[in-house]
């Protein structure tokens, strides 16, 4: 709650304007903050299975999950700052929105959280706090030994199956591109009372081939609405065509009667009191700026993951996750287009891939902090070993960070209604597929990278009995 005060006062302080791009900043944030709590007090559990005392557990849990929370939050940061450098238009809110989230999240998770927690345990062994949850005790999610990476060769056939038929249904069958890639015919109509640019859309999306949007336009009773059917069509007839269409939607979705003349209108009338055609330049800019900006985000995320855990095989395998999530969440879209949910792909479902890609990183830095600190303290235990080891020991995380992130996600699904379905669906996949990529790509790419060292580990023995 601290955190999303003060996300939402240091917006207004800068006179910035919520979008969907910026929930969706806000989604990711709270994710984060979620996530950073979850880590400390996993660490914390670990301490008092291991018999420390509540105090000396605390203080440990926080020390060594701050490594973690601390990368987490710097590989996302460094998305943001790019994305905001070299972003447009929503991209750069929702990097505001981010870069803000992050500061504030790191904030409340590992100062505000401390004070509180503090304060509930002053009694030592004596306070009534207590981090041992059912899933933390014998037998639950503390004693998994799932070996994880036996598996990925199958997790691989998996993947590629869903993409590679998700890409050629995109390919052969197409996505439904928004007006934000398209371009469209624009209409400025008044009505004489308010009314709900999110009903309007969806009356006209039932009623118009192509894509619509509809925003409000200074007032609640004025609103632009811009179509992309017949957008490769230029003469007068296709024109004339288009706003015949788009008064008879209009009139059909609100009951309201079409006046030519916008100065004298009585209750339930509307007029068009202008129009213009919207090319696709804007667009082309966009798609242009964001492409360049995730191509920077990802080299400055293989950068700082080779800085910090010093093995190019780490980096390469957080890149490979990230191409494996986005490919994913798009092929999605291409699949449930293909069985008819009706699916945009625009501004916001850019704002929503960027969302995954930020949740993906943080999650695989989580699982790769802990293989370093198993390695580390690795004595004489084989690599894969380690590997195993480190996503059964934050697999409770995982899922706990997960589904309360997926909680938001789906209230946004189920109750965001029509103009919010594919920013919904976009989250709801990519989280899904974050989690999965971090235990089933990220992490066995890294093994199957690091083939050499494996098998030196394996002839240590061998050269041992000789």
């Known amino acids: 709650m601290f955190n999303i005060f003060f996300i939402l006062g240091i917006l207004a302080q800068l006179g910035t304007a919520l979008t969907l791009p910026g929930i969706a900043g806000i989604v990711l944030t709270i994710g984060m903050s979620i996530d950073a709590n979850v880590l400390i007090f ?29 990368d987490s939050n710097v590989t996302t940061f460094l998305t943001g700052a790019i994305l905001y450098s070299l972003g447009q238009g929503p991209i750069k809110g929702f990097a505001i929105v981010l870069m803000i989230g992050i500061a504030s999240s790191f904030f409340s998770a590992v100062f505000i959280t401390r004070v509180i927690v503090h304060w509930m345990s ?24 799932i070996d994880f990476l036996g598996k990925r060769k199958v997790a691989y056939l998996i993947s590629s199956s869903i993409i590679v038929v998700g890409l050629l249904l995109a390919v052969f069958s197409g996505l439904k591109f928004g007006v934000d890639f398209t371009g469209g015919r624009s209409y400025i109509v008044e009505f004489s009372e308010p009314v ?43 024109n004339a065509e288009v706003e015949r269409r788009v008064r008879e939607g209009l009139a059909k979705v609100t009951g309201a009667t079409f006046k030519a ?12 009191t202008g129009s213009s055609k919207v090319g696709a330049t804007v667009a082309d800019s966009i798609k242009k700026s964001s492409a360049e900006a995730m191509f920077f ?59 995954v890609v930020g949740y993906s990183i943080n999650d695989t830095v989580v699982v790769f902090d802990r293989i370093r600190e198993n390695m580390e303290n690795r004595g004489s235990s084989k690599l894969v070993k380690l590997f195993n ?59 199957d990278l690091m083939k050499r060292e494996l098998e030196q580990d394996e002839a240590e023995p061998a050269k041992k009995a000789v």
Do not use: C
């Not at 062994?125 to 503390?142: N, R, T």
């Not at 969806?202 to 632009?224: C, H, I, P, T």
């Not at 003349?261 to 068009?272: M, R, Y």
């Open 297 to 355: 985000a990802i080299l400055a995320i293989f950068l700082y993951i080779l800085l910090r855990f010093r093995k190019w095989q780490f980096s390469l395998a957080s890149i490979a996750a990230l191409i494996h999530d986005t490919l994913f969440v798009i092929a999605a879209f291409a699949i449930v287009s293909a069985i008819g949910v009706n699916v945009e792909v625009d501004q916001v479902f850019i704002a929503a891939l960027l969302t």
């Open 122 to 145: 002053a009694k030592g062994d004596k306070s009534s706090i207590s981090f041992i949850s059912p899933l933390a005790k014998k037998g639950g999610l503390a004693d998994l030994n």
């Open 196 to 238: 709900v640019a999110s009903d309007i859309k969806v009356g006209l999306d039932a009623d118009l081939e192509g894509s619509v949007e509809v925003k409000s336009y200074g007032a609640n009773n004025v609103m632009k609405v811009t179509t992309s059917y017949l957008i490769n069509e230029d003469d007068d007839a296709s």
């Open 42 to 70: 996993e660490r914390i559990e670990e301490e008092l299975r291991n018999g420390v005392s509540l105090i000396a557990a605390i203080n440990n849990g926080y020390s060594k999950a701050f490594s973690a929370i601390l």
């Open 261 to 272: 003349d916008a100065s004298s209108l009585a209750s339930g009338e509307f007029s068009i």
């Open 389 to 447: 080891d480190a996503i059964n020991q934050t697999m409770a995380r995982t899922l706990i960070t997960s589904a309360t992130t997926l909680i938001v996600v789906l209230v946004l699904l189920i109750f965001g209604g029509e103009v919010l379905r594919g920013f919904s669906l976009a989250l709801l996949v990519g989280v899904l597929v974050g989690t999965y990529s971090s235990i089933y790509i990220a992490t066995p790419v890294v093994v």
